[in-house]
C-alpha cells in the first residue's frame, strides 16, 4: 500500500485531471508547485467567507467581496464608447435591486447566464451614478450549487495573470482541489503525530487539516487546521535540529581540554580592563563544554562592543594550556586583520605565536607560515576561509572559533571540522547580530546558546538622531565641526538588488554633492561599494582606517566588525529601506573609542507606518535584543539578518516572531520523545520515523546549520 500512496502524492502536476500539459508547465514555472502533493500542501494566504448571505439593502461600499442570493430579472446588451459591447444585468433579492455588468468575455457570458432563474451572486460591490453595482460577479446557478459550497470560507491562493490566463485561476484551482480532497484518506495522507502527543495538544489529524485548511466551514475549523499545521512545521524543524545536535556528540569525538593552566592566568591578569559579569559567565559555560570529550558546538551572541572577540582569545589560551592549537575564522580580510592586530597586541608579552593568513599572502610568507602551522609551532591563527583549504594542515587543531558564521556556507564551516583524523576540534560560532531567545532556540537549535548581555563599562551610549531631508544643512555643519575635532564619519547608502542602478547612481550623485562642501586637498573621502575590486576596496578601507580620509561614502559592505575608533558619526541615507537589525549593525560601526559618537537617520518626508516604527526603535533604544525583537515582529523571520540566505525558514505557516508558544511547545515535546526514544523505534514512533525520512529525502540539508 505504501507504494501506491507515496504515487498518488508523486503525481505529476500535469497528470492531474483538469490540468494538462501546457497548464502544468505554467504551474510549475509561476508556482513552483511540480506534484499533486505540492499542490495540496501549499495553502491559502486568506478566505472570503461563503456562509454568509448579504441582503441588498444592507449593502455599503466599504463592503469588501460579498455574496448574494436572488433571482436574475434582465440581461440587455450595450454599444458603449469605440463601439464596445457591455453586457448589463440586473439582480433581485426580496429586500431591493443591484445592477449587474460585465465589460469582457460579453458573448459567453450571456450565452451562460439565463433570465428568471435563482443564482448566487459573489463580487465586490460599487456605486456609480448614484447606483449599486458588482462589476463581474461570479455566477452559480442555486439549483447547481453543492450543498457545501454557501457553507465554507472560499479558499483564495497567489497566482498570476497567466495562470489566470491559460484557465488557472482561483476557481479552476477550487473546483480541481475539491475533486482531489474527496478522494484523500488516512492512508494517503499518512498521520505523523503520534496519537498519545495529538489527544495531549487536542490537535485535529493530518488528514482533517489538509480538509479544513482548504474548505473550512467554521472560522474555528479553519483556526484548527492552521494550529496543527504549523504544529506539524516546528515539530519535525526542531526533531531534526535536536537529532543532528546528538548525532554530532555521537559522531564527533573531541579531546577534553582537562587542565586551565599559565596561558590562560597569565592572559587573564594581563588584560588592561576587567571583564563584565556576562563574560565571565560565558567563559565558564564554555569550559565546561570543553572538558567533555564530545564536540563543543555553541554560539556565542553579543552585541557590538560586548568583548566577544577577548572571550574567544581567553578559550583559545585554555587550547595552548592543553597543547593544542586554534584558529580564528573570519568573514573578509580586513575583518581578519583586525583580529589579528587586537589579539597580536593583547598576547604580545605572552608565550603565544599568533599568525594570519589570508588569500593576499602568498609564495615564501605564505609557505613559512604552513609549515610553521604543521609543526605545531603556530599557536593560533587567525584568517579568511584561506584556512580551509587543504594545504593548511595543523599538528593538532583544538579550537575552531567562526566569526559571524552566517557569512560562511555549510561545507566552509565543515571544512575545518576535518582537520584532525582521529578528533573534531570543539566550534565555538560568533555573531555580532542579537537574535531573538525563540529565533535562536529555531535556527540555532543544534548549537548551546551563550549571549553576552552586557557593554563593558565607560562605554558611551551613541546618540541617535532622525533627521529629514530639509534638515540637510544642519548635518553638513555639524559634519565639519566633528572633522575639525579630529574625526571621521560614515555616510551609508543603501544597496538593494532590485534598484541597483539607482542605488550607485545616489552613491555617486552623493559623493559628488560632498566635494561641493569637503574639497581636496583640505578634505578626503573614501568611496567604497560590493561593486568594486576587492583590491581597490581594501586600499579605501585601509586609507580611512589610518585616517588618511576623514569621511567614507559606502553601502553596506562596511557593516561587520570594521574598527575605526576615531569614527564617532554614521550618517544612514535613505534609512527607511533598511531592516532594523541592519540599522543597528551599522550604527554599531561607531561608539568604538572614548569621544561621544552619534548616528544620524536621514529620511524623506514620507514614511510608511512600519518605517516611522523603525526609526522610532532605534532612537529610543541601543538594546540590540530589544532591536532584533522589534525587527522580528516588523519583518517577519526569513527577513531576520543572516536567515535568508539559510533557506532554513521556509515555513508555510508558522512564524517564529508570532507563534512563540506553538514553537516552545514543539520543542518541548520533541526533546521529550527523544529523550524517551532516540532511535524512534517503539510502534508509536514508527509514523515520525517515516514520516522523518520523507522529509530527509526532500531537503538533503535540512537542519544543519553549525
Known amino acids: 500500500m505504501q507504494q501506491n500512496v507515496t504515487h498518488i502524492l508523486d503525481t505529476p502536476i500535469e497528470y492531474i485531471k483538469g490540468i494538462g500539459p501546457a497548464k502544468g508547465d505554467a504551474i510549475r514555472n509561476d ?18 467567507d461563503r456562509t454568509k448571505f448579504h441582503l441588498i439593502k444592507d449593502i455599503t461600499i466599504d463592503n469588501d467581496l460579498i455574496q448574494l442570493k436572488g433571482t436574475l430579472l434582465s440581461l440587455e446588451k450595450v454599444k458603449g464608447k469605440n463601439n464596445r459591447a457591455r453586457l448589463n444585468g440586473v439582480l433581485k433579492d426580496g429586500s431591493g435591486f443591484i445592477d449587474l455588468v460585465w465589460f469582457q468575455s460579453v458573448q459567453w457570458v450571456e450565452k451562460a447566464l439565463e433570465v428568471g432563474k435563482e443564482y448566487i451572486v459573489f463580487g465586490k460591490p460599487t456605486v456609480f451614478s448614484g447606483k449599486k453595482n458588482i462589476a463581474h460577479p461570479e455566477m452559480e446557478l442555486v439549483s447547481e450549487v453543492e450543498v457545501q459550497l454557501n457553507k465554507t470560507f472560499e479558499p483564495v491562493y497567489s497566482t498570476t495573470e497567466k495562470l489566470d490566463a491559460k484557465g488557472f485561476d482561483n476557481k479552476a484551482r477550487r473546483k480541481i482541489l475539491r475533486t482531489i480532497i474527496s478522494g484523500l484518506n488516512a492512508q494517503i495522507i499518512a498521520e505523523n503525530i503520534p496519537e498519545e502527543m495529538r489527544t495531549k495538544l487536542k490537535l485535529i489529524s493530518r488528514l482533517e487539516a489538509i480538509q479544513s485548511i482548504h474548505f473550512p466551514t467554521s472560522e474555528n475549523e479553519k483556526e484548527l487546521a492552521i494550529l496543527r499545521i504549523k504544529f506539524e512545521e516546528i515539530f519535525y524543524f526542531q526533531l531534526r535540529m535536536l537529532m543532528s545536535k546528538v548525532y554530532r556528540k555521537v559522531k564527533y569525538k573531541a579531546i577534553g581540554f582537562e587542565k586551565i593552566g599559565d596561558v590562560f592566568h597569565q592572559l587573564y591578569k ?21 572538558a567533555k570529550v564530545q564536540q563543543m558546538n555553541r554560539l556565542l551572541q553579543g552585541d557590538v562592543g560586548s568583548g566577544k572577540t577577548v572571550v574567544a582569545l581567553l578559550v583559545m589560551a585554555i587550547a595552548i594550556d ?8 573570519a568573514p573578509t580580510e580586513i575583518l581578519a586583520q583586525q583580529h589579528y592586530k587586537g589579539i597580536s597586541e593583547l598576547t604580545v608579552n605572552l608565550p603565544i605565536r599568533v599568525a594570519l593568513l589570508t588569500g593576499s599572502i602568498k609564495g615564501k610568507a605564505r609557505a613559512e607560515i604552513l609549515a ?19 594545504t593548511v594542515v595543523f599538528k593538532t587543531l583544538g579550537l575552531a572559533v567562526i566569526d559571524e558564521q552566517h557569512r560562511f556556507g555549510v561545507a566552509q564551516r565543515a571544512g575545518l571540522w576535518k582537520k584532525n583524523k582521529e578528533f573534531a576540534p570543539h566550534v565555538l560560532v560568533m555573531t555580532a547580530t542579537p537574535i531573538p531567545r525563540t529565533l535562536a532556540m529555531t535556527l540555532y537549535g543544534d548549537l548551546d546558546v551563550s549571549v553576552i548581555d552586557e557593554l563593558p563599562p565607560g562605554r558611551k551610549e551613541i546618540k541617535t538622531l532622525h533627521q529629514y531631508e530639509s534638515a540637510r544643512p544642519r548635518v553638513l555643519e555639524f559634519m565639519h565641526k566633528e572633522i575639525a575635532l ?34 581636496q586637498p583640505h578634505f578626503q573621502i573614501s568611496v567604497v561599494h560590493g561593486r568594486m575590486k576587492a583590491a581597490d576596496k581594501d586600499f579605501e578601507m585601509a586609507r580611512f582606517v589610518k585616517g588618511i580620509t576623514q569621511i567614507m561614502v559606502a553601502t553596506t559592505v562596511i557593516e561587520v566588525g570594521v574598527n575605526v575608533p576615531n569614527a564617532s558619526v554614521m550618517i544612514i541615507e535613505n534609512t527607511e529601506r533598511f531592516g532594523l537589525s541592519q540599522l543597528h549593525q551599522l550604527r554599531g560601526r561607531v561608539g568604538r573609542g572614548a569621544e561621544q559618537s552619534y548616528c544620524i537617520l536621514m529620511t524623506g518626508n514620507k514614511l510608511s507606518k512600519d518605517g516611522r516604527e523603525r526609526i522610532k526603535t532605534m532612537v529610543d533604544t541601543n538594546n540590540g535584543f530589544i532591536i532584533a525583537e522589534a525587527d522580528l515582529r516588523l519583518r517577519g523571520p526569513g527577513d531576520v539578518q543572516g536567515t535568508q540566505q539559510s533557506g532554513l525558514l521556509d515555513f508555510k505557516l508558522i512564524n517564529v516572531s508570532t507563534d512563540r508558544a506553538i514553537v516552545e511547545t514543539a520543542r518541548h515535546f520533541a526533546q521529550q520523545l527523544l529523550e524517551d526514544d532516540l532511535q524512534l523505534e517503539k510502534p508509536q514512533n514508527l509514523p515520525v520515523r517515516n514520516h522523518l525520512v520523507t522529509l530527509r529525502k526532500k531537503y538533503k540539508d535540512w537542519g544543519r546549520i553549525s
Open 31 to 48: 508556482l513552483q508547485i511540480f506534484t499533486l502533493g505540492d499542490l495540496l500542501f501549499t495553502f491559502p494566504f486568506r478566505y472570503v
Open 270 to 290: 594581563s588584560l588592561p580592563y576587567e571583564l563584565t559579569n556576562a563574560q565571565k559567565r560565558v567563559i565558564k559555560e564554555i569550559r565546561v563544554d570543553l
Open 322 to 329: 592543553n597543547g593544542l592549537q586554534a584558529c580564528l575564522m
Open 372 to 390: 610553521a602551522l604543521e609543526a605545531g609551532e603556530i599557536h593560533i591563527i587567525i584568517g579568511t576561509h584561506a584556512l580551509i583549504e587543504d
Open 486 to 519: 579630529g574625526r571621521q564619519i560614515y555616510i551609508v547608502y543603501p544597496l538593494i538588488e532590485e534598484s541597483e542602478k539607482l542605488d550607485l547612481k545616489n552613491l555617486q550623485d552623493g559623493y559628488e554633492n560632498l566635494l561641493q562642501y569637503f574639497p
